[in-house]
């Protein structure tokens, strides 16, 4: 993939790849950090790319690793103090990424692939490197979670 492809296809996926890494990271400059993290990533193993896998399903597979490293690196830092909302939208917000943070890492990098991408479970299975029976439980997990936590 030359540079000027490379270019138009960053270009065609970074609004869905900021969408996945806002789900994960949960602030938008940590979620901006992670996509053009990603994209240097990818732009410098362009010449690797193996044509047999979607170019979305290889984007995705950089950004989640990035994701994921960014978590584990958050867990061996301190926790910020979280901002306190005053508004219901604001505070709504909260109690999601609060429920969010106690869904397990590959759940919850599934869950954002598949709620806000829209991806199906094979482009998933493929995306992680696991089978699809473990992508379906995996959400499922996830989704079990998620609902205790909130309804807690």
């Not at 978590?71 to 910020?80: A, D, G």
């Not at 219901?88 to 890492?105: H, I």
């Amino acid at each position: 993939m030359d540079e000027r492809a490379f270019a138009r296809t960053a270009e065609e996926y970074a609004a869905r790849l900021y969408a996945v890494a806002y789900r994960l990271l949960g602030n938008r400059a940590d979620a901006e950090d992670a996509v053009q993290r990603a994209l240097l990533k990818a732009f410098e193993a362009r010449e690797s790319y193996v044509s047999r896998w979607a170019v979305s399903t290889w984007l995705y597979r950089v950004l989640t690793n990035v994701c994921i490293d960014e978590l584990r690196r958050r867990r061996r830092t301190p926790p910020e103090e979280l901002p306190r909302g005053r508004s219901g939208t604001a505070v709504e917000r909260l109690d999601l990424a609060r429920a969010l943070d106690t869904v397990p890492r590959e759940a919850r990098v599934l869950l954002a692939l598949h709620y806000v991408n829209g991806l199906g479970y094979r482009e998933l299975a493929t995306i992680r490197g696991i089978s699809v029976n473990t992508v379906k439980s995996q959400l499922a997990r996830g989704k079990a979670i998620l609902k205790r936590a909130l309804e807690g």
